[in-house]
């Protein structure tokens, strides 16, 4: 049996899908248990992360960080799409745009916003995703807003008609909307060119490997441990006896007040045992690592 299990920080080549790297990595492992967290649209490059073997049960625990990204807006023309995939809808003049306009209007989209999510996207409307019903004519469809945080938005060059970016942002938000709004904002219309996400969470560029560096060879060199997925978890340390309960699903007393709702538990000899929850005075197994005999 493979028992070929951790964390990979993957670069992922543009015109690739997310579903696509995933099925490479699984022919390159050997492995059918592959998962990654954070999809990234074919258009899109950089930091996606993928659980493999045992890993992908904690997979949950990869999404929901704040992203980082590299975009470039094309100004004067709008898309169905939001980016450089779709059809050009509508184009108007940009040229007389200045820096100082560009700011003011970035402005507004710095802190806490309502987004509208883009048409052609997974999420889905009566079960259906937005992109299978925009794609059957249906473009009516209720896109109801959704609250997002921008960290940051930085001009990083203005060349027109290209607009770079840099934008610190929270977990759901879509860069494409962004770059929609802002182009509305400025009254010329915008779509993305191109988008490079620099990191999710604490894993970024610096760690990910190129995809089509991968071989059956070399994959284990890149492997992260599975307890890399719940590094941002606080860890708790457990006696033998303790760690032997937990491992078993027993519920343990907590010796002190709980520090956190969910931890991430290690054994007497720092072997880690999995991620419990404090619950009624008590630690409780949510999802634990057995050593394989």
Not at 76 to 89: I, R, S
Not at 104 to 111: D, E, I, S, T, V
Not at 179 to 205: K, P, Q, T
Request: glycine fraction near 10%; charge should be negative; include cysteine.
């Amino acid at each position: 049996m493979n028992d070929l299990s951790g964390i990979l920080c993957v670069d992922k080549p543009l015109g690739m899908t997310s579903h696509d790297v995933v099925g490479r990595v699984r022919r390159v492992a050997g492995l059918r248990r592959v998962g990654h967290a954070g999809t990234l649209d074919p258009l899109a490059t950089g930091v996606l992360l993928l659980a493999l073997g045992r890993a992908a049960r904690l997979i949950e625990y990869l999404v929901g960080h704040d992203k980082v990204y590299e975009t470039t807006v094309r100004l004067g023309q709008t898309t169905a799409t939001y980016d450089a995939e779709g059809n050009v809808l509508e184009e108007r003049p940009f040229t007389h745009l200045i820096l100082p306009q560009i700011e003011k209007a970035l402005a507004q989209f710095r802190g806490n916003i309502l987004q509208q999510p883009p048409l052609y996207s997974a999420i889905k409307q009566g079960g259906q995703p937005l992109y299978k019903l925009a794609r059957q004519g249906k473009t009516e469809v209720e896109r109801p807003y959704r609250p997002v945080t921008i960290h940051e938005l930085t001009l990083l060059s203005w060349e027109p008609p290209l607009l770079s970016l840099r934008i610190g942002c929270s977990s759901g938000t879509y860069i494409r909307s962004l770059g929609y709004e802002l182009g509305e904002a400025l009254g010329c219309g915008g779509h993305l060119s191109s988008l490079r996400r620099l990191a999710v969470g604490d894993f970024g560029l610096e760690t990910a490997v190129p995809l089509d560096t991968l071989t059956p060879d070399n994959i284990t060199n890149y492997l992260l441990p599975p307890e890399t997925a719940v590094r941002h978890l606080p860890r708790l340390d457990l006696p033998e006896t303790a760690a032997a309960d937990i491992l078993q699903g027993k519920p343990i007393p907590q010796e002190s007040e709980p520090f956190a709702e969910l931890v991430r538990a290690y054994g007497p000899n720092g072997e880690f045992l999995g991620v419990v929850a404090a619950e009624d005075d008590q630690w409780r197994a949510r999802k634990m690592f057995p050593a394989i005999p």
